[in-house]
Every structure is written in C-alpha cells, then in structure tokens.
Nanobody, 123 residues
Framework: QEQLVESGGGLVQPGDSLRLSCAAS????????IAWFRQAPGKDREFVAI???????NYADSVKNRFTISRDSAKTTVYLQMNSLIVDDAAVYYC?????????????????WGPGTQVTVSE
C-alpha cells in the first residue's frame, strides 16, 4: 500500500521558519504530483502547494513568496519550507499524491494522505 508520512511540525513563534517533510513508502512518487494541504479546526482542508511531476509548482496566494515546495534529489521526499510564519498558518499539514485530473486546489484530486503534522504558531 502506498503511504505518506509527514514530519517536521512543531511550535514556533511568528516570523520563524519550519521545514516539513513528506516521505513515501511503497511505490515511488517520483513521477507523481504531490501536494500539501492544511486543515485548521472548523475549517475545510485547504490547498497550500503542489509539486508537479512535470516540474514546477503552484502555491496558494496566502503562502506564495513565503513557502517553497521541493523534492530531494532521489525524489523520495517532498519538502515544504515555510518562512515568515504567521498565526494563520497554524494547522495540521497533510501531503497527498495526485490521483485524478481534477482541480489541483481540491483535496479530492489527491490520495494516500499521511496522518499529518501539527504546526502551531504562537507568541
């Protein structure tokens, strides 16, 4: 079974940085679209960033110019570098593998979700 595991979350102050990791087991996702979503209490799962299998990336307006999605050289791990964190970034962060051709900002376009990693931003 394909499985993703997120890590790297924690408690930080506004303005701090974190790097989240999304590690794959089972089939490689080297040639798959990989996206980060986040979910805060009482909110829907929200698109954050996507790394396209064909190259390049897209970001939500709320994180653009602050977050960067990348893959390691072996394409076994996807990272989300988060800089200049603000309190609105606090959420559980999930990564998923693209499974259809739907809108990239929709969580229904992705599967094999990991259990998530908690990011807390507080003074």
């Amino acid at each position: 079974q394909e499985q993703l595991v997120e890590s790297g979350g924690g408690l930080v102050q506004p303005g701090d940085s974190l790097r989240l990791s999304c590690a794959a087991s089972g089939r490689t996702y080297r040639l798959r679209n990989i996206a980060w979503f986040r979910q805060a209490p009482g909110k829907d799962r929200e698109f954050v960033a996507i790394s396209w299998a064909s190259g390049g990336a897209n970001y939500a307006d709320s994180v653009k110019n602050r977050f960067t999605i990348s893959r390691d050289s072996a394409k076994t791990t996807v990272y989300l570098q988060m800089n200049s964190l603000i309190v609105d970034d606090a959420a559980v962060y999930y990564c998923g593998v693209g499974v259809n051709s739907g809108s990239y900002y929709s969580p229904t376009s992705f599967g094999s979700w990991g259990p998530g990693t908690q990011v807390t931003v507080s003074e």
